[in-house]
C-alpha cells in the first residue's frame, strides 16, 4: 500500500506541475516585504487555496496587517502530530536597480520563477500547502494529525508570527516541526546558531591633549571600540559532541552550499557591525555615535561569556553604553539521526539521486521557535539562490524535486508507527 500511495502522490505533483508554478507565481505577486510586513495579500492566496478545496483553517492575527494561517487535520488512526511551517513575508527590496525581471512580477521563464521571495521562501510555504492537501485526501489511511502555518513576520525575528503562536497556540507545538526554508536540497538543518543584538552608543570624550573644549570625536572612540570587540571572535567554545561530529561530515557540502569558511564560523562566536551612524558635519568632531552588533552564538554556548567580555572592554571606554535589543534566542539543535532526517535521505535519494547530509545553519529560521520547548525541528529545501539580492529566483526543476521530497518525508512519518 505504501508504495502505491507514494506513486499516487509523486503523479499528484507531476499533473499538478503547472499548478503549482502558476500558484508561486501568484505568490510572488502578493507583495509582502517585511519591513513593513503587511501580509495580507499573501495570506490570501492561502486561504484561497485552502477554501477552494474546502480544507477548514483560521485565522489568527494579534498584529492587523499580519494574519496567520492555521489549519489541521486528524488522520484516520492515532499517531503523532507533525507541524509544518512557512512564513509568508519576504526581505524588503535592497535595490530597485540590477534586476533583469520585475521584484514583484513572478516571472516565469528560463525555467525560473523570478522575483523578491520567490527563494525565500514563497516556494517552500507552497510546497507544504500544496502537500496538506494531498495527505488531506488520503487521510484515512494515514496515521496521527497533520497541521500547516503559515505565518508573518518572520524576516525580522518579529512577535506577531510564530513567535506569537508558540506562545499563545499551544495546539501547534506538536511532536516534530518540518520547516520548508530555503538551503541546499542536498542538506537537511538541524539547528542553528543564536543572535544576540546590541546597541552601542558613544559619546564624545574631553581629547588627550587636555586642552579646554577639545573633544575626541565619538566617531573615532566607536572604531576603537568596534576594533577591540572583534575579540569575541576570540572566546573558547566547546561544541556538543553530536554537532561538532555534524560539522566535521558535512564541511565541504556547508563551505559549498554558504561560502568557504562557513564550517569553520559555525563552531565560533560571530560579529558583524550591521548599522553605523554618527555625526553631523564632515569638520566638526561627532558628538555621538550608534551602532548596532549582530552577534551569533555558536552550538552549546550561552551569552553569559559575550557580556562579561564586553563589559571588561567598556571599562575602557566610560562614554560608552549598551542596550541589548534582543537576546532571547539559544543556538538549540535537533538529534542529526532523527526518523525526519533518514526520511529526506532517503526520499531524497529516491526522487532525485541526491545525497543529503544533516548539517547546522547560518541563516534564522523559525524552526528554532519549536526547539525552544524542546519539539525537535528541521528545514528542508530549495537551493537559497539570490536571497534578498536583485533576481532573486528559483529554478523550477530542482524545486518540484524538493516538492515531491516533502510530500514523500512528511508521508512517511504519518504512516510510521
Same mark, same amino acid.
Given at each position: 500500500m505504501f508504495e502505491k500511495d507514494k506513486e499516487f502522490l509523486l503523479d499528484q505533483v507531476d499533473r499538478d506541475r503547472d499548478l503549482l508554478v502558476h500558484f508561486l507565481s501568484r505568490f510572488v505577486r502578493a507583495r509582502s516585504p517585511n519591513p513593513p510586513g503587511d501580509t495580507r495579500e499573501a495570506a490570501a492566496c492561502v486561504t484561497d487555496f485552502l477554501k477552494e478545496r474546502g480544507l477548514d483553517f483560521r485565522i489568527v492575527s494579534p498584529h492587523p496587517e499580519m494574519p496567520n494561517v492555521i489549519a489541521s487535520f486528524d488522520c484516520g488512526a492515532p499517531g503523532r502530530h507533525l507541524v509544518l511551517n512557512g512564513h509568508m513575508? +519576504?526581505?524588503? =527590496?535592497?535595490?530597485?536597480?540590477?534586476w533583469a525581471h520585475d521584484p514583484w512580477g513572478g516571472e516565469v521563464s528560463e525555467g525560473k520563477v523570478w522575483g523578491a521571495g520567490s527563494c525565500d521562501m514563497k516556494q517552500g510555504t507552497t510546497s507544504i500547502l500544496f502537500a496538506y492537501a494531498y495527505l488531506h485526501a488520503m487521510r484515512e489511511r494515514l496515521k496521527g494529525k497533520l497541521t500547516l502555518t503559515a505565518v508573518s513576520d518572520e524576516e525580522t525575528f518579529g512577535p506577531w508570527g510564530a513567535r506569537y503562536l508558540m506562545e499563545h497556540c499551544p495546539e501547534i507545538h506538536g511532536d516534530c516541526c518540518f520547516n520548508a526554508e530555503p538551503g541546499a536540497p542536498t542538506t537537511v538543518r538541524i539547528g542553528e546558531k543564536a543572535p544576540l543584538w546590541i546597541t552601542f552608543t558613544v559619546r564624545a570624550a574631553d581629547a588627550a591633549s587636555g586642552r579646554a573644549g577639545e573633544?575626541?570625536?565619538? %566617531?573615532? *572612540?566607536?572604531?576603537?571600540?568596534?576594533?577591540?570587540?572583534?575579540?569575541?571572535?576570540?572566546? &573558547? +567554545? /566547546?561544541?556538543?559532541?553530536?554537532?561538532?561530529?555534524? *560539522?566535521?561530515?558535512g564541511s565541504e557540502e556547508i563551505d559549498r552550499v554558504h561560502l568557504r569558511g562557513a564550517a569553520e564560523i559555525m563552531g565560533k562566536f560571530t560579529l558583524n557591525i550591521g548599522m553605523f551612524?554618527?555625526?553631523?558635519?564632515?569638520?566638526?568632531?561627532?558628538?555621538?555615535?550608534?551602532?548596532?552588533?549582530? *552577534?551569533? =552564538?555558536?552550538?552549546?554556548?550561552?551569552? /553569559?561569556?559575550?557580556?562579561?567580555?564586553?563589559?571588561?572592554?567598556?571599562?575602557?571606554?566610560?562614554?560608552?553604553?549598551?542596550? %541589548?535589543?534582543?537576546?532571547?534566542?539559544?543556538?538549540?539543535?535537533?538529534?542529526?539521526?532523527?526518523? $525526519?532526517?533518514?526520511?529526506? /535521505?532517503?526520499?531524497?535519494?529516491?526522487?532525485?539521486?541526491?545525497?543529503?547530509?544533516?548539517?547546522?545553519? =547560518?541563516?534564522?529560521?523559525?524552526?528554532?521557535l519549536w526547539r525552544y520547548v524542546g519539539i525537535p525541528a528541521y528545514s528542508y529545501g530549495t537551493t537559497a539562490t539570490n536571497v534578498a539580492m536583485p533576481n532573486e529566483h528559483v529554478d $523550477?526543476?530542482?524545486?518540484?524535486?524538493?516538492?515531491?521530497?516533502?510530500?514523500?518525508? $512528511?508521508? &512517511?512519518? =504519518?504512516?510510521a508507527d
Open positions: 513575508d +519576504v526581505f524588503p =527590496l535592497p535595490r530597485l536597480d540590477g573633544k575626541e570625536s565619538a %566617531v573615532k *572612540i566607536a572604531s576603537r571600540l568596534i576594533g577591540d570587540l572583534e575579540r569575541i571572535a576570540e572566546l &573558547d +567554545v /566547546q561544541l556538543p559532541p553530536r554537532v561538532a561530529e555534524a *560539522i566535521e561530515t551612524e554618527g555625526g553631523s558635519r564632515a569638520d566638526m568632531p561627532a558628538e555621538t555615535c550608534r551602532f548596532e552588533a549582530d *552577534i551569533r =552564538l555558536p552550538f552549546g554556548m550561552t551569552k /553569559q561569556p559575550v557580556f562579561d567580555l564586553i563589559g571588561n572592554i567598556l571599562k575602557d571606554y566610560p562614554t560608552a553604553s549598551m542596550e %541589548v535589543v534582543m537576546d532571547d534566542a539559544t543556538p538549540d539543535w535537533s538529534d542529526p539521526d532523527h526518523e $525526519i532526517v533518514r526520511y529526506v /535521505q532517503r526520499n531524497a535519494k529516491a526522487v532525485a539521486g541526491r545525497d543529503v547530509l544533516p548539517i547546522p545553519s =547560518l541563516a534564522g529560521t523559525d524552526a528554532r $523550477i526543476e530542482e524545486w518540484i524535486s524538493v516538492v515531491k521530497t516533502h510530500l514523500l518525508t $512528511i508521508y &512517511d512519518y =504519518l504512516s
